[in-house]
């Protein structure tokens, strides 16, 4: 099962983008960030026209999240984050689909810094994580993706010392997300990738995509139950490059139907021996 996650940035004046996308690269589940566009405007009949099943939780011009299946029937378990009941923006949105949970997350960018914006950042950051805490040890794969707005480490950012002082690259920052590690969930992408340059967000300004210039801001979190079943992941650069596209690219991983037989450590193996020998 391919799971991606996409940050549109406009999904009604990047639809051609995001039909062409799925299109091309089929995934089953899609989480889409800063759909801009209030729930009627959301191109359902569109969406649906390429195969997807859709849930959404719009905002007029900023924010928006959505969960789109081609795999299975979308069973919503949450609209919006909790621990704040006067948070109105559309950033979290939930679903079981197919024995998955899948959550997506639009995180706030924080600038700038400091200030309000930076302070609601890091409220925002603390409620993911108790959140998330309830979700970790679930008996079933639990997949978080979404745009984060943090680089975790120096790896993810062409140029870190130009970076020490964003609010996508602050300590306070960067610490919340190792937090969300401590508690044993794991970065698909740099589990598979521990060293490679990996970007998914690139500026629209100074070539910066053609100077691979970029940020990793996109990441996708696994409890045990989902690591067991991951194959692979990456991101499909391919869209960044075409005509009125997003400053994102879509970043995915694949899941097996089935968790991976875990190789016996070689002092298990032979105590299996031994017990045999002795039956």
Known sequence: MKI????????????????????????????????KAPDDKFPKREVEAAGYQAIWHGQSRWNGVAILSRSGEIHETRRGLPGDPADDQSRYIEAAINGILICGLYLPNGNPRPGPKYDFKLKWFERLDAHLRTLIDLDAPVVCLGDFNVMPTDLDVYAPDRWRDDALFAPEVRNAYARLLDQGWTDALRHLHPDEVIYTFWKYWRGAFERNAGLRIDHALLNEKALARLSSAGVDTAPRGWEKTSDHAPMWIELDSKPKRKRPSKKQAAGDRRKRGAT
């Open 4 to 35: 991606a996650t996409y940050n549109v940035n406009g999904i009604n004046g990047r639809l051609p983008v995001l039909l062409r996308w799925l299109e091309m690269a089929e995934p089953d589940i899609v989480c889409l960030q800063e759909l």
